[in-house]
């Protein structure tokens, strides 16, 4: 029984799979832009193919070795309740906000002073059109479900000061101009200098306008900078070589493919993934970025955790395109390493601050985690991708604790404050501000911004057999199956603060097809009834396939339990011996010190726990706290006041020292540090008694 | 009975004890060398004052606020025995292969270049000088324990060459010159550039030469650089105004006062250790560099470590001649924010690499330690000067820590390999080499090596009552009382692989004087005998006086029980919940990889404690192993192979994993990679059952 336990909720490789091998190259969608240099197999009649609108987070209608096909955002309408909220303060608050906050830091100016609409000069870091360009992803997925008028006129005219910018043959930067233009694409600027990088962002930010508008403006200039700038001037000798400093470029290059056809951008990403060796780098440097040698070659997950997040994207869409067995393994075998040694219990990843890097295996430390949003967002946008090559459950899980934790965490609740780092553990007297407004690099904020809108396209996806729900809320799918039946689904639950869902399915007519439900890994156990009758087969952690021939107004009723759970970490995890977890339902918890009786400092408590699994939790909503949430309490002790402060080292004793009972009061990770600063801690030290 | 042993072994504070305020200024010793800018208090008479042979490491002979006063390290002979074979190594392969080393890097060639002797660049970081000054200190001890006339000679040379620089208004700084003559002594430099700090060390080689040799050549340089250059120009307005951008100068200007009797010397000290605020520096600085403000408005330790604990040398010191009771008070504040909050049980301090600095309270991990060498050393000399203040055994309890264990781990047992970092816990896979004969920042190597050198003057201190003996070795003291009866002490023992001491005392002529015994703080019980008779009232933790009529030819024995203990760390350090250490007399011992049967991975490793204390250990002493230790054996328990590697974080199970029975192996912790690069740590997670 404990064994079964073990085995639903961990986090555990399986068996690499290989997705089967189709045809290639894929159909295309949309002709490149560029008529000069057009040397393409994009197909022209696809010129105004209004394919935009069914286009989802990723396009994979013909990637060859994508199980799972994404469902266009505009398809899942989100309504009241965990996300809705979330994803209203994001559109209403943040993104306009951040606008204004890439006003006020000089953003927008480093385009305008180049068209002489501005003085002034280059503001902030290499990577600061990113910021733009992010901001104008989140805008895009915002308007893919629902027009915001006074958002699309501000990108609008952002978008317009950003293609003014562009020179004849395609460059556009806005920090190699002037003294600077000359160094341009040396191997040194490739190396730090995030020009690549910054080109894919505004891709990834175009794609996503388009896919909200139909408005190619910044797609075509985005074409015209990889058409007529790079691809004749950079690649395999003869060609100008290219070493990806921050790997982004690599998926943005794959998704546009997806929309051109024009196969050499795709081709173009395998070279950059593969690396060229006319750019000698150190090897300190090739592990810190993640990229410049084979990405076949590497064996285990290190370097700039954002690097390599994006690095994974970037070669599974490869994957996914080409179905390169030799990527494929290396991707799991990195994968592995990720999960089973290498990231945090709330699916952030990069445990150290030196070099914003993955630590060794099992350096996992809490105070000090870096943990940086961008990480974790990086690891939910690979893990959506291997879940789209395999429709295994164990990426969703992924996704899910990532989601709801390291990267929730990243967003005050009114929208306005973003984390940087998200530590595991916090001491006021440090004196650090972890939630900010801006920071000068300010890569996390927009990018939590275009997650938050793009999160719908995240609840399904569609396969040859039917149908994957991944995401439970609040919710209203209107698309239709691959052979075009419409489909509706409707999702009344309160997730994640109740294991309870019923969801409802329309399709248009009487149609066989599968509806494969996710078991989330971290369930115990978990019902799962259709129509009132109880379906066998469900397993944590993977999809319950129901097939039948669906009539129209089928519901499907889910309960997953929901009962407080106490987490170990593997003890070679030297920061987390003799402590533990708690986590309910997907929400990983934390103690903050403001919710403990007063007097009690959170390094002095510790949890006892009389029984395995522990039933000494009590829930309790609290609609007044926090937006709502659901706090946890348990029974634990302190140290007796004085106790604490007395000795560093001391005999050992093999009983704790003087404590007195207290109760403890627990509350949602995402939501730490949104009251006040206060000391903050997931790691409990346990009491065996 | 657990209480007080608790209160025995504990690093806690008690009461600040105020030394008795006594009259000011000391009596000088020596004029200051400089003719023109002659304006001391220096007494001309003394100028061929023989005293250099009797000044200690500190010579408090006259200063009014030491309790204790420095033994002349010539007074005491360290025979064959632990610290014996060290010293011998430090002297006859460590300093003269350290020599070679910096010729080999450009020291030398620095100096060389200035006078024409040879060409090429400034070689190395701007505090270069430092590394020729701290090896000159280093042989200066070496020679006040006797003649070594290749190291003198060698010496002879190098330090003609560092005076053939000096400029004729008493500069003297090769990295400030040329281009960079402009920016010396600017508010900038001084802040980054070292100028003082070199001179520091400069100063303080200088000293433990002329103490050596009674020449007076490079100390006579150094009195020109504070007198001619340093005190006309700079200090209070309308002079220039001075930070001491690393400290160390300050404790040099009051080791020179102490010599030279020119209390200008002594008040610029106080001058810098108090700040100028024309000097304005941002608050993150003034943490780092532990100066800048004043140092009696510090409330806690922080910032850079080695700054930090010379500052609190220097503050000590000033203290000691001055009696300033500011700065006794926030002496003793840091002190114990210091030893109850900040230091890992090796004595090491500076737990955290980023900035070499003091982490937050309870902030010592144990992998990333840092934990500089000199940083421990630094502890040990201001321990040193604290008990100089008082003769209070804690202070000493802390100078035996850190000396056995974070310093003496700092050079590998051939004496040619040093740590820069010393961590508490090392994974290979990491690919560090901690020991390593060169660093391009090279201030541990000389700075161990003086340290060594200087050890027999740490054995003893004179007091107006008596006589203090604060360690244990093979050794010889041959000295006399302050009242100048000749005194011969001669301690025989295995210390400290065996609490067994013989001490025997033959005072020239039958004498009343007090013996103070130090009883260790780590010993749980400890018997002193004299002449077979058990004497009453040993306490560990505090020095046992033995006030008597010493007729000549007594013996005392010392039985301190060495029984391996057990630690726990305050439940506040996060790093070692659910963790213990072991230690063994003064050694803190620890686990190498290469000790435990093959296939056993150290983190998989816990340690059953079925009883406190704890009775399953054996000891064993190996004159094979790590050239003579002691080793510890005790019962372990390793999780089952494949077990670890399964689950990164799974349901709390409340009882230990699969596991099976596995001898362990503990080394001292000082001998740790001395023969392979392999897993080590200190702190081994418990089970208790």
Redesign the interface.
């Known amino acids: 029984m404990?064994e079964s336990?073990?085995s639903r909720?961990?986090?555990?490789s399986s068996a690499a799979r290989l997705a089967a091998v189709a045809s290639f190259p894929a159909k295309p969608l949309l002709a490149s832009a560029s008529a000069a240099t057009a040397s393409t197999t994009a197909d022209p009649a696809r010129l105004d193919d209004p394919g935009w609108k069914d286009q989802g987070i990723e396009n994979l209608a013909k990637s060859p070795h994508a199980k799972l096909r994404d469902i266009p955002v505009r398809a899942v309408t989100i309504e009241s309740g965990f996300w809705g909220r979330r994803r209203e303060i994001n559109v209403t608050k943040s993104i306009p906000s951040m606008h204004d906050l890439l006003e006020a830091n000089g953003r927008m100016n480093n385009f305008r002073r180049l068209t002489g609409k501005s003085d002034g000069q280059q503001i902030g870091p290499v990577f600061s059109d990113s910021d733009v360009y992010k901001w104008t992803e989140a805008v895009g997925f915002a308007l893919q479900s629902g027009d915001r008028p006074g958002l699309r006129a501000t990108a609008e005219k952002l978008i317009d000061e950003v293609i003014a910018v562009q020179e004849p043959n395609g460059y556009l930067n806005t920090y190699y101009q002037d003294d600077r233009k000359s160094l341009r694409m040396l191997a040194q600027t490739q190396t730090t200098g995030h020009e690549l990088y910054n080109m894919g962002h505004m891709l990834q930010g175009a794609i996503a306008y388009y896919r909200a508008t139909g408005d190619r403006k910044l797609l075509d200039a985005g074409i015209r900078f990889i058409d007529d700038f790079l691809l004749p001037n950079y690649g395999p000798a003869p060609k100008k070589p290219i070493v990806s400093g921050h790997p982004e470029i690599e998926l943005a290059l794959i998704e546009l493919y997806r929309i051109t056809g024009n196969k050499r951008q795709l081709e173009l990403a395998g070279y950059i993934l593969e690396g060229d060796k006319r750019i000698e780098l150190p090897e300190t440097r090739t592990i810190y970025m993640f990229s410049g040698t084979p990405f076949t070659a590497r064996t285990k997950m290190q370097g700039h955790a954002v690097r390599a997040m994006y690095a994974c994207c970037g070669a599974t869409d490869y994957f996914l395109e080409t179905g390169d067995d030799a990527y494929w393994k290396t991707l799991n075998l990195l994968w592995n390493d990720m999960?089973?040694?290498k990231?945090y219990?709330t699916g952030g990843v990069g445990s150290r601050?030196?070099g914003e890097a993955f630590g060794?295996?099992?350096?996992l430390?809490?105070?000090?985690a870096y943990g940086e949003s961008c990480a974790a967002i990086g690891n939910m946008m690979w893990n959506w991708r291997m879940l789209a090559a395999t429709g295994d459950a164990k990426f969703t899980d992924v996704i899910e604790r990532a989601l709801y934790n390291g990267i929730n965490s990243g967003m005050s609740l009114d929208g306005t404050m973003y984390c940087y780092r998200n530590p595991l553990?916090f001491?006021p007297?440090?004196g650090e501000k972890i939630r900010n407004p801006w920071y000068d690099v300010t890569c996390c904020p927009p990018n939590l911004e275009r997650t938050f809108a793009s999160l719908p396209g995240y609840f399904y996806s569609a396969s040859e057999d039917g149908i994957y729900v991944h995401l439970y809320d609040n919710s209203r799918l209107d698309w239709h199956l691959e052979n075009g039946t419409g489909l509706k689904i409707v999702q009344t639950t309160n997730y994640p603060w109740d294991g309870g869902i019923a969801i409802a399915i329309s399709a248009a007519r009487p149609s066989e097809f599968t509806l494969h439900l996710r078991i989330p890994g971290w369930c115990d156990h978990a019902e799962v009834a259709l129509n009132g009758e109880n379906i066998a087969g469900v397993t944590p952690g993977r999809y319950l396939p129901i097939r039948r021939n669906w009539s129209g107004g089928e519901i499907v009723r889910m309960k997953l339990e929901m009962t407080p759970?106490?987490?170990?970490?593997?003890?070679?995890?030297?920061?987390d011996?003799?402590?533990?977890?708690v986590q309910r339902g997907p929400l990983v918890y934390c103690l903050e010190g403001l919710d403990q009786p007063d007097g009690v400092a959170l390094?002095?408590v510790?949890l006892p726990?009389r029984?395995?699994?522990?039933t000494d939790f009590t829930t309790e909503f609290r609609s007044d706290l926090l937006e709502g949430i659901v706090v946890l309490h348990h029974p634990g002790f302190v140290?007796e006041a004085g106790e604490?402060?007395?000795?560093?080292?001391?005999?050992?004793?093999?009983r704790p020292?003087k404590t007195r009972p207290v109760p403890l009061t627990f509350i949602p990770y995402y939501a730490w540090s949104n009251r006040m600063t206060t000391a903050m801690q997931v790691w409990t030290?346990?009491l065996?008694s």
């Open positions: 404990a336990k073990i909720r961990q986090f555990v999960t089973s040694r990231m219990v601050a030196e060794d295996a099992y350096e430390p809490n105070f000090r553990a001491d007297s440090s759970q106490v987490l170990q970490a593997n003890p070679r995890v030297a920061d011996t003799g402590r533990v977890a390094n002095d510790a726990l029984s395995q699994p522990d140290a604490s402060e007395r000795f560093l080292y001391s005999p050992y004793e093999g020292r030290p346990v065996t």
